[in-house]
């Protein structure tokens, strides 16, 4: 039996929450964030109003807020909502070695929340803060300072552990997935007639889509058509979707120096289409960390991060656009 008159065991409300009864445990012997009866006078039992001061627990340390700070607030019951005209001011970030054991280093706070909930597991409690960053700070930014640094965070820690951490990195990828893909929203739909698309492809052999999901995310937002083709893109595939669409740019995304294929950017960058005398190619996007010191064809542009990736593209696509009749049409655009 788990639950008694009494109210629940330590091991019940630990499945109720999520949490390890070793953390419930220890918030108790060091917070005082325990039940307020115990059965025969040794084992803890959790009445609906205790489970109610933990569930404040976990919303607090899954926001950033230290255990010990956490627990003073909890236990205080919560605090009123701040006026509708006001937003509260982010904490600032906490420093190196305090949150959850990830190599998080001096981040905003949201990052080490969401570090927090990624260990635990706490699928709910991702969700709701990716959801919540994108909504305070905005897509780039949420990228950038959140999303990014907890996902090489937890990548870290899955190498220098061995096996362990592996269900976590899955997670916590899952979930900023989901939350990019909510924050693309349906694909535009002729806000912005007549500009050739964006395509956006790993290199073959690359698996790791996320920075790309983000970009789209971005374009999404600027109202930029964008082909997303996604993990490992063979060459002769990537070959035949720059000469049937005819793109305005075409990003080539590597994560490791190993994947990194300049004669495959180049090839990209050298493809063209229409017809004699009135030719058009792409702009060629080499992007991310697998790029560094490898030789680029001339002409080809290597963004230093979303926010600038987003930039160069805009450009592009708006001179594109600003040519008009001039840009001949690709096969299957005619």
Same mark, same amino acid.
């Given at each position: ?97 305090? $949150?959850?054991?990830? =190599?998080?280093? &001096?981040?905003? /706070?949201?990052? @080490?929340?969401? #570090?927090? +909930? *990624? %260990?635990? !597991? ?107 083709? $996604?993990?490992?893109? =063979?060459?002769? &595939?990537?070959? /035949?979707?720059? @000469?049937?669409? #005819?793109? +305005? *740019? %075409?990003? !080539? ?82």
């Amino acid at each position: 039996m788990t639950e008694s008159a009494h109210g629940l065991t330590t091991g019940a409300v630990a499945r109720r929450l999520g949490v390890a009864p070793t953390t419930l445990r220890s918030w108790d012997r060091r917070y005082g964030i325990g039940p307020a009866a115990r059965e025969d006078g040794r084992h803890r039992r959790w009445t609906p109003e205790d489970v109610a001061v933990l569930r404040e627990m976990c919303r607090l340390t899954s926001s950033g807020i230290p255990p010990a700070e956490a627990a003073r607030a909890a236990l205080a019951g919560p605090a009123p909502a701040p006026p509708a005209d006001r937003e509260p001011l982010p904490r600032p970030a906490r420093p190196p070695g305090s $949150g959850n054991g990830l =190599p998080l280093g &001096a981040v905003r /706070q949201e990052c @080490r929340g969401l #570090g927090r +909930a *990624a %260990v635990r !597991l706490d699928a709910w409690a991702v969700d709701d803060m990716l959801a919540s960053v994108i909504a305070q700070y905005g897509l780039v930014t949420a990228w950038e300072e959140v999303m990014a640094p907890t996902l090489h965070a937890v990548g870290r820690k899955w190498e220098t552990s061995g096996d362990r951490y592996v269900e976590v990195e899955h997670l916590l990828s899952w979930h900023v997935s989901s939350a990019l893909r909510r924050a693309c929203g349906p694909p535009p739909s002729g806000s912005r007639t007549g500009v050739p698309p964006v395509l956006l492809a790993c290199v073959p052999g690359e698996q790791h889509t996320l920075a790309l999901e983000a970009l789209a995310a971005g374009l999404a937002e600027l109202g930029l058509p964008t082909l997303m083709f $996604g993990p490992a893109v =063979p060459p002769e &595939a990537l070959d /035949q979707a720059v @000469r049937r669409t #005819g793109p +305005a *740019a %075409v990003v !080539l995304w590597s994560q490791a120096r190993s994947t990194a294929n300049a004669p495959l950017a180049r090839h990209v960058a050298d493809t063209v289409w229409g017809v004699r005398g009135a030719r058009a190619r792409p702009a060629v996007l080499p992007a991310g960390p697998g790029w560094a010191g490898q030789p680029l064809a001339p002409g080809t542009l290597r963004p230093g991060g979303l926010r600038d990736a987003l930039a160069l593209l805009r450009g592009l696509c708006d001179t594109a656009a600003g040519a008009g009749a001039g840009r001949p049409a690709a096969p299957g655009q005619s």
